[in-house]
Structures are given as C-alpha cells and as structure tokens.
C-alpha cells in the first residue's frame, strides 16, 4: 500500500515533460556505489492487515481497569468534544502557521489557548507550547541564566526526577552548574550568584507547599533571582493559589491533564508561562494580535520571531521550532469545555477522593502515611509489603500505584498513590480492602 | 480596529453547570479544613461554555484554516504528504492511549519503539536508535549532546561545529544549546560544500564536527559527499546528519553509508505523521556502534527474555525529556513503514523527486532558479529567486497563492537566496494538482506585468488582508 497517486502513463507524462527516458537519471548525483538495491525492511500491507497487527501489538499492553497510579501522567477525564475537535484534519494536517491571512482558525486558538494559560495561571504571558513539561522546566532555567547573566541553578527537592535530570542534561550542554538542595536550605544556598530556584509545588510526593512564603523568602534572600514553581497535574490550579498570585517569575507544568489521555507518556505539552519583563528572552512560539495593513480588521500572526532560530540562529533563545501544537489545541479546549465550574469541581473531587483514601489507609495497621503536609491527588505511604500490594492490585485488574524505588532506590516499600476523579467509591473501598489483606502476613 | 475577532471566552455564560464531572460519591471533607485559606484560590476567570457553542466555535476557525487536506502544500523542507487516516485510527487503539508510562505490563510499546528503531536503522545505515527526542530539532540537541559527550569521555576538547550557511536554523541554535560555537561554511556556485574550506576549518583541531543536510535546503545532493565525510573523519570530527530532508533518498541511498555517524529524522515529514499545526513531532536519532552507549534514557535493548530498559549508564548523555518520547506520534509512523514496505519507501522517495524536477521544469522558463547547474536535477524541492516584473517579490507571490486557494511555498529560506520560494510538491501530489499549481505561479507571473498593484495588496480572498508584522511586534498583544 503506498499513498502516491500517479499511474504509470502519469510517470511517463512527467518523465517525457522532463525530458528524460528513467526515474534513475534523477538521481544521477548519487553516486552509484552508493545506491542500495533494496531495503531490508518487511513489504507493505493493506490497510485491514495494518490494523489487525498493530490491534495485536497494542493487546500486548496491559490495560487496567482502575488506576492509581500518576506520578507525572494521569488518568482524568476526557471530554468527546476535545478529540473531535483535534479530529479536524483542517487543524491537524496543517503546518506551523506561516501564512498568517490562511490560517487565521489555528493562529486564533493558540491566541485563545495563551489567554486561558495566562487566566488559569495568572502569569502575563504564555508561549504555543513546549515538547512536555520537563524539558520546559529546562528551558525556564535557561531563561533564568540568559535573564541574569549568572551561571548556577538550585533545585529544591520534589521535583519528579525525570525533571531533575532532564534540567541536568540541558544544563550540562549549556555548561550551567546545577545544584539539589532542600527547601530548610534556602537560607544557605540563595546567594547572590544564584540564576534561579526551582521548586514543584504540589511537589513529587503530593504535598502542597505554600508558594507565596516560598516566594518571598527567596526575593528577600536575592531579588534577581528567577524563582521557576513546576508542576505535574495542573488540574490543582482548580482550587489553589495560582502561580501568577504567589509571584514566582516562571510558571511551567505538564500539560497531558488537560484533555490528552496517558499515551504511554506522550504526546503532552509543556505550559511554559511568564512575566511579562522577560518576554524578549522566552523560549518558543508566540502568537500575537494584529490588524491589517491597507484594511481595519483584526488578525493573528506569528510574533517576536527575532527571539527564534531561523532568524537568530545561534544566538536564539532556545532551538526549539516544532512544539505540541495539536496537544495545545486539545488543553485550550478541554478548558473551556469544563469551564471555571468544572475545574473547580474536578479539582475538588481530586483534592477530597485523596484525602479520603489517605485517612482510610492511615487507619489500617502497617500503613504509615509519610506526607505530613496537606495533599492534592497523590500522597506518600510506607506499606507492610509493597509487592504484595501491587500483586494483588494487578490480580484486581488494578494498576498499582508507583513504587518508589523506581526512582528512589532507598524507599523500599514507599508508594506513591495517586486518586483522580475517575476513582469511584467502589474502586477506592477495593484498593482499601487489597491494602488490608497485604499487610497480613502470608 | 473592526471588531471582526469573536473569541471563545465571549461565548460563556456567568455560570453554567459542567456535564464533565463525573458524580461524586464519597463525602468530602471541606477543602477549607484541608489548606489554609491563603492557599485556597477564590475565583478562576474562566467562562462556563455550552457544549455546542464550543463545538460551533472550532468548526467555525477551522474554516478558516487551510490545510493539507485542501490542496497542495508545497513548504520546502517540511515534506507536507498526506496523511494516512488509517494511522489517526491505529494511534486511537485504547491499548495504546490508555497505557502508563510506568506501568510494567507495556511490551507491545516496547515491541513497537524497537521495531520502528530498527527499521529507521535499516532506512538510515545506522545500528541504533532512540525513540525519545520530540521533534527535529530536539534529536538535533540531542545529537550534539552525543558528540559532546563522546569527545567528553575521550577527554578530547573541540568546541567548535561547522554548518553551512544553507543549514536549517535549528543547527546552529541546537549546537549553541550544546555548548559549542558555530563555523559557518559558505556553499559554493554549486549550492554544495567546498572542500578546501571545509578542510582548512576541520584542520584547526577543535571543531567537533560538520551539521549537513543532503540533499541540501536548495535541494541539491551534494556528489561530493563521500569525501565531505572523509575529511572530517580524518580530523578527528563527527558528521552529524539533518534528516529533514531523508524523503527523497528512502531506499535510494543511506545516510550511514555516506559516512554519517549520527542522524536524526523527522517522523512528522518523511514518515507522514500530521504536523498538528505546528506539532507534536518526533525527531528519532539514529547512530553508529560505537556511539550507542552515549544514547539518552530510556535505553531500550532487546534481550533473549524480553526488552531491557537501561537507565543509570554512565556514558549516556541522560534524559532529555520524560518518559519515552512522544509515543502517539511513533505509532503512526511505524505504521506508515509497515504500509509501505521496501518497494514504497522507495517509490515514495522516487515520486517525491519526479514531482519536484517535473514542476521546476514548467516554472524555470519564467521563474529563475539559482544554483542550477544545466543537466543537473533537484531531488525533493527547488528554491526560485522570485524577482518578478514590476518589484514583485517573493512574498507577493505567497500570499496571491492564498487567494488561489492553494498554499504557499516557504518564503525568505534558505538565507542564500535573496528572494527565495523553497517549493517541495511531495509525492502525494497528482500532476493535475501539480498543473493547478503551475497555472497559478503562471499566472500571478504575468499579473506581475500587467497589474502589479493587485499582487503588492494580496491577499484578498481570505478571511483577512495582509497583515501587518511590525505592529505586532512593536506592541505585542499575545492575550486578551
């Protein structure tokens, strides 16, 4: 199966309009001791076979009727609504919007997409999107070091780890110092050398910090610092201060919670927010409001491109052209479907289905909840026997919540347990009763 | 300012219940004897939307957009080819949205990542990949980075890459992110590399390697590629290949046998995943042996009792974002190799080239098109330098294709040109769209002569005018 429409008279049409006898003498350049006969690759199947094999191959993934599990990829609801619209190939199979007046329909919605973020966050400005909200917490702490001109990051402790080490990774490239330290520490550690703080609030193991404290401890401690918050489920933003309140100067999350299902981890998006002082050295797309040149109507166009690459080149504020514009479209309408209404209910279902499961389990012998602040929709527990739990989890056709050695080799028997409002009583009051009968002895 | 602009946040109402929320079934405890109330937010300025004004809303902009699905969409470099359906079907399979990134039970994920790496091995003559970095210029940064740290490990310093001044601009911003500065090589008459200064760079000792794109952003296979390849090598450096442009060589020529040690592709143009408006993408990186163990987390190795995911490897550059990359998007173009076989990556690349030549042959009698040598043929895309009559220009031109109801080639790319219409057809394009592509460049050309003022104003047929840049630039407006 190919998708080429010519027949072999069109082949000829073209080849005679040429002026050439073979498809070969357009590939004359090549040399011919380079030219392979033909690929070792398996041949092409119809569309039926296609789907058959790849329904086989997606079979091998097992799907669980329940989850508790999150840790930086969750399980929420999806409005129908959300995948009809990304369904529309008049969004999907365009590209970048480069031709402004012809692509006014997506150009509008990213416009829509930075004001819901800027309404949601309370930060001034929004970009179109990062690859996923790790690599956007790397490019903040660029940002933090272009803004600067200092050299050193500091990591608070409960950042998800994939996050510390992709911020390690992009920091090492730039040949930026990066250092992990704990939240007592501040006082210490911000000097005035100090390019940034990072901190995830709620942070890894789902406790809630208070960001406005946070905030003015660092700003006392170093004004021209960039305090960057980060977050995995921004569903919280329902119900919390948002960022933009606490004043923190670089706000980026995941943004897979909003209207895109788990896809074994991807495609998300990486929210990338900002004050407004540091625009001219965001990373990323921006769209902007414009009118016409000989008219009065109001358009949208691709703005502030002199900070990209293609203008830039190496001196561009990041490198990255293609984002997760598709995905961005899917969170622009997933907020709007639920509306401040629904956000705020869906937060607080997270927020009150958690808490609940908490206290239950607190309750049972053996089970030890280590978060002693307060919680959104996961929280850290120390189990009698964590094997056994997620053991007996799977046999319930119930995807075990994250074993925390995955990450941390030290927390044997720590799970991290993550409740959505997808949790129903009964799956819940399940989870209860496996976590009672694994805390027995065998 | 006409008020022609209806945003979605006037279409709500002060409150409006939200059928999204599943029926709580437990008591909840009050969130204000949870969290102090400083902590609590007290409004979110979001509007409360009935569903079918939402539905109308976004059916209603997306008319407004032009797509591939409408005509042809001939941006050079960017390989617009459709879009199978079927693949939008295949990604939507519950076994694979529905799955974690951490959950244990995911062989057929990882069955597909390393099935898709070593057909991309194979297409590439490379003899490893990763499925983690999400679009071309993240496997660009990625790729650096391997240099980096390949030359790291040596103990070796070279600080320095070299890039053509026909390279994508992501080359040299990915290689600034890495750490290093750039060369910039300047194309000769041919449009393709010259030896000598490339020599007389590498011999420095501190240039790390050479970015390339072949063929090259104007379309050109560079003959000399072998020997472009060998020089590097002979320094000491490391040929990095830009696979934006692989469409036209699948199956013809390999990346790895012209002497390339890394590379990287991007699933969203040669292997026809949707661009999605500007994304997600992915942007695979394939390298030689001996550079595999510099890959970045999640290493995924295929073993006799099942796959092994390698994660705490000291020679790896690390994790470059989280989890595995963007899956959705590696699934469909999986799928479209599957479709394809050998004989259809080939006939594709083929197609894609008899498209590109046999439009530049009906254009060059009234379009000039630089760096073209007689006798010689371009592979997937040409670059006109649209000086037409009357100082109409390159962006006149663009936005009179708008008003034909057909899309614009990409303007003012490569640098090297000064007026520059980078046209890539693809290969799914008929010759009656080619034809209607032709007539129109025809015809603005000769409305060029007769009625210039009419192409300086274009666009007129679309939703708005031209727009106006600089007042955007000048005083941002980026919310409302």
Known sequence: MDFVPHDNKEISDLLNAIGINSIGELYQDIPQNLQVEKLNIPDGISEPDLLAEFRRISEKNKQYSASFLGAGSYFHYIPSLVDFVMSRSQFYSAYTPYQAEASQGFLQAIFEYQSAISRLTEMDITNASMYDGASALAEAVILATFQTRKNKILLVKGIHQEYIETVKTYCWGRNIEVEEIELEELDLKVTTDIAGVCFQNPNFFGEIENSAEIVTKIKRLNKKTLIIQCMTDPTCLGVITPPGKTGVDVFVAEGQSFGLPPSFGGPGLGIFAIKEKYLRKMPGRVIGLTKEINGDKEGFVLTLQAREQHIRREKATSNICSNQALCMLSALVYLVSMGKTGLKQIATQNFQKAHFLKNQLRKIPGYEILSQKPTYNEFEVKCPDFNKLARLCKEKNILPPLDLTKYYPDMKNHALVCVTEQNTKEQIETFLKIAEEAAQAN | ?480
């Open chain 2, 1 to 480: 300012m006409e008020k022609n602009v209806k945003l979605i946040f006037e279409k709500g109402f002060p409150e409006f219940s939200c059928n999204f929320v599943p029926k709580m079934d437990i008591q909840g405890e009050d969130l204000s004897k949870i969290l102090p109330n400083e902590m609590l937010r007290s409004e979110i300025d979001l509007p409360d939307i009935p569903e079918f004004e939402i539905v109308r809303h976004f059916v209603n902009l997306s008319e407004k957009n032009h797509s591939l699905d409408r005509s042809i969409y001939p941006l050079g470099s960017c390989t617009m080819k459709y879009n199978p359906r079927i693949n939008e079907v295949i990604a939507r399979l519950s076994g694979f949205t529905l799955i974690h990134p951490l959950q244990e039970e995911n062989e057929g994920a990882l069955e597909l990542m390393h099935n898709l790496g070593s057909s991309l091995c194979e297409i590439c003559g490379m003899d490893a990949f990763t499925m983690v970095p999400s679009a071309g210029a993240h496997g660009e940064l990625t790729g650096i980075l391997i240099m980096k740290k390949y030359f790291e490990t040596k103990g070796i310093k070279k600080d320095k890459i070299i890039v053509p001044d026909s390279a994508h601009g992501t080359n040299p911003a990915s290689s600034a992110m890495a750490g290093f500065s750039i060369i910039e090589l300047k194309s000769n008459e041919q449009g393709e590399i010259p030896l000598e200064e490339l020599e007389f760079a590498m011999k420095e000792g501190d240039v790390a390697g050479l970015m390339l794109t072949n063929p090259n952003t104007l379309g050109i296979f560079d003959r000399n590629i072998t020997k472009i390849t060998e020089i590097v090598h002979k320094y000491g450096g490391l040929c990095y290949y830009d696979g934006a442009n692989l469409n036209p060589i699948m199956g013809i020529v390999r990346p790895g046998d012209m002497g390339f040690d890394i590379i990287h592709v991007n699933l969203h143009k040669t292997f026809s995943t949707p661009h999605g408006g500007g994304g997600p993408g992915a942007g695979p990186v394939g390298v030689k042996e001996f550079l595999a163990p510099h890959l970045p987390f999640p290493q995924i190795v295929k073993e006799e009792s099942g796959f092994v995911c390698i994660d705490d490897n000291e020679a790896s550059v690390g994790r470059i974002r989280s989890f595995w990359g963007n899956f959705g998007v590696l699934i469909k173009a999986y799928s479209y190799i599957r479709a394809l076989g050998a004989d259809g990556l080939r006939h594709a690349a083929e197609m894609a080239v008899l498209n590109a030549n046999y439009l530049r042959s009906q254009l060059q009698p009234l379009y000039e098109v630089p760096y073209n040598s007689a006798g010689r043929f371009n592979m997937h895309e040409f670059v006109i330098d649209a000086h037409l009559p009357n100082g109409v220009n390159a962006e006149d031109v663009a936005k009179a294709l708008l008003d034909r109801n057909l899309y614009a080639p990409t303007i003012y790319f490569p640098l090297i040109v000064h007026q520059a219409m980078m046209v890539e057809p693809t290969e799914t394009e008929s010759k009656r769209e080619l034809d209607r592509f032709i007539e129109a460049l025809k015809e603005i050309y000769h409305l060029a002569e007769s009625n210039p003022e009419e192409l300086k104003t274009a666009p007129h047929r679309t939703p708005v005018g031209r727009l106006d840049n600089t007042l955007a630039a000048r005083k941002p407006i980026l919310k409302e």
